[in-house]
């Protein structure tokens, strides 16, 4: 069996490719072997069930490819979809009405292989009538739509040739020589162009290329440019000024524009200050400007620009920078308009990313004036700061300042509360920093001159309890433990000893052990 099926699997191919290859031998058929009557199977062709022939009957397609030349070579309008008894009208068998043409070619005609000329127009384009078959009648017509998708069409030769010769070296020199000259036109030499009255200076300021031909001719020519371009621009600084490339010509006029000029770019920004301020581009172009000034005049122009809005742009992204950038520019009694603000919004700039930054900043620039007074207001809210992921952080670094004043009110205020806060995250690093704290004895309770009412509330049996089991409150009493004075330190080891079973199996219980037996050895010694 397995003989017999291979010389018949055989015998179909030899068949086969016979009948493809030499149609014309009237001797040859389809099938699937010889002998066989069985023709080949019907999935070598398109079944459409839909299309019936002339007499009734329902045909089978070959799957063969439209006639993309669209001439016959049988001088018939022969439909390639369409079979016949034999294959000799089959594509396959047709020799290319046509020679390729070549683009380097001085006529303007095509030569066929039966002596016509094709006109420039005409050309295989591809025909755009739409196929959206419902019917039988309507698939035929798709079929014979689909013969003269590829069919002459209506376009000029010349647009090819051309495309041809700049894909030769000339043409591709020639492409580059029109590019450089089209360029030239637009952005010409500087040393061959002046500006004047009729330039678009706004336009090529918007531009890439345009703004760095301006920059330039400020460069060049001082004293004739740079007056023209200002007049130009000056009232649309704000535009200018949030533009990816407008910035920076603006920011190169700010440096070189006189003292009258600023006030006018700073009264022209002054309604839009806020969205430029926020803008990733405007934001640099105000910094620029606040770097650029240097009059009282310009002072009081950009307070007055600021102040409504000071909080809105420390809590930006973009803005926060332009206030740092005044923090850092302007004096000490000009920055009393940015204290002002923050002092009235302590809480909401305080407990903000960019805010506590700013402020934190604000703290360093300050006068001792200016600092009390913003000391006060945060020691003021600083239960509530001191329990914020960023306003801890602005508590921290007043106690840094070290102000005796503002430190022992920070102390006072926060004892009654000290067990909530050394249980907490954040609160608790501000705890163990105020343990820091150097408190003078101003108390008649003890006789001993380091009186600390963090210590003494520290060492109450409930708080210390609850203390030494948290996973906050540990490091509180381990600190504590070791910035105390001396007779502090004896106490607490006196107090924690009996608890230390309650800790024995946590991972910081055996550094509060250690601590511990080290301050008894010392004492015992």
């Known amino acids: 069996n397995y003989i017999h099926y291979s010389h018949q699997h055989q015998n179909s191919i030899s068949s086969l490719s016979s009948s493809i290859f030499n149609p014309n031998s009237a001797s040859t058929s389809l099938n699937h072997g010889a002998g066989s009557s069985t023709t080949i199977s019907d999935n070598y062709f398109f079944h459409n069930p839909s299309v019936a022939s002339s007499n009734g009957q329902y045909s089978n397609e070959p799957l063969t490819p439209p006639d993309y030349f669209g001439h016959s070579s ?39 292989a039966s002596g016509t000329e094709l006109a420039d127009n005409s050309v295989l384009t591809v025909d755009q009538t739409p196929l959206n078959p419902t019917t039988a009648l309507d698939d035929i017509q798709q079929q ?10 209506n376009v000029s030769m010349s647009g090819f040739e051309k495309q041809f010769q700049q894909l030769s070296v000339g043409g591709a020199q020639q492409a580059s020589s029109q590019y450089i000259q089209r360029r030239s036109m637009t952005y010409p030499a500087s040393s061959m162009t002046t500006l004047d009255d009729s330039t678009d200076i706004l336009a090529l300021a918007k531009d890439q290329y345009g703004c760095r031909f301006l920059q330039k001719k400020i460069d060049e020519d001082f004293q004739t440019n740079s007056p023209l371009i200002f007049q130009a621009v000056y009232q649309h600084s704000t535009e200018l000024m949030v533009d990816p490339f407008g910035n920076y010509l603006i920011q190169k006029i700010m440096t070189t524009a006189t003292d009258e000029q600023l006030n006018l770019i700073l009264i ?24 650029c000034l240097t009059t009282q005049t310009h002072q009081q122009l950009l ?24 923090i850092h520019k302007l004096h000490n009694e ?57 306003g801890n952080y602005v508590v921290q670094y007043l106690i840094t300042l070290d102000i005796y004043e503002l430190n022992t009110e920070l102390v006072k205020i926060m004892v009654p509360y000290i067990c909530e806060l050394s249980v907490q995250k ?35 049996p409930a708080i210390l309890t609850t203390l030494i089991k948290d996973q906050y409150g540990n490091y509180v009493i381990q600190t504590a433990m070791s910035l105390s004075p001396y007779e ?5 080891a006196n107090a924690i000893k009996p608890l230390l079973p309650l800790v024995r199996f946590t991972s910081f219980g055996k550094r509060i052990n250690n601590k511990v037996m080290t301050i008894t050895n010392e004492l015992e010694k």
């Open 74 to 112: 049988n001088g018939g309008g022969i439909d390639s979809h369409s079979r016949k008894n034999s294959m000799s009208g089959s594509i396959w068998n047709q020799t290319p009405s046509f020679s390729l043409y070549s683009p380097w070619t001085t006529g303007s005609s095509i030569s066929t």
């Open 144 to 153: 014979k739509f689909r013969k003269q998708r590829f069919s002459s069409g």
């Open 268 to 291: 022209n920004i002054s309604p839009s200050i806020l969205t430029v301020s926020k803008n990733q581009h405007g934001t640099r172009a105000c910094q620029k400007l606040i770097d």
């Open 303 to 326: 307070e007055e620009c600021l102040s409504p809005y000071i909080v809105n742009l420390i809590r930006d992204l973009n803005g926060n920078h332009v206030v740092q950038k005044c």
């Open 334 to 390: 000009d920055l009393q308009f940015i204290i002002d603000s923050i002092c009235e919004n302590m809480i909401k700039i305080s407990t903000h990313k960019h805010g506590c930054c700013v402020l934190q900043k604000l703290l360093n620039k300050c006068n001792h004036q200016q600092v009390i007074q913003l000391g006060q207001e945060i020691v003021r809210n600083s239960i509530i700061l001191m329990q914020d992921q960023f």
């Open 426 to 460: 954040f609160s608790s690093n501000v705890v163990e920093k105020c343990l820091k704290i150097q408190l003078n004895s101003n108390s008649n309770n003890t006789s001993n001159d380091h009186f600390n009412p963090l210590f003494e509330t520290l060492l109450q």
């Open 488 to 492: 502090y330190k004896v106490r607490f």
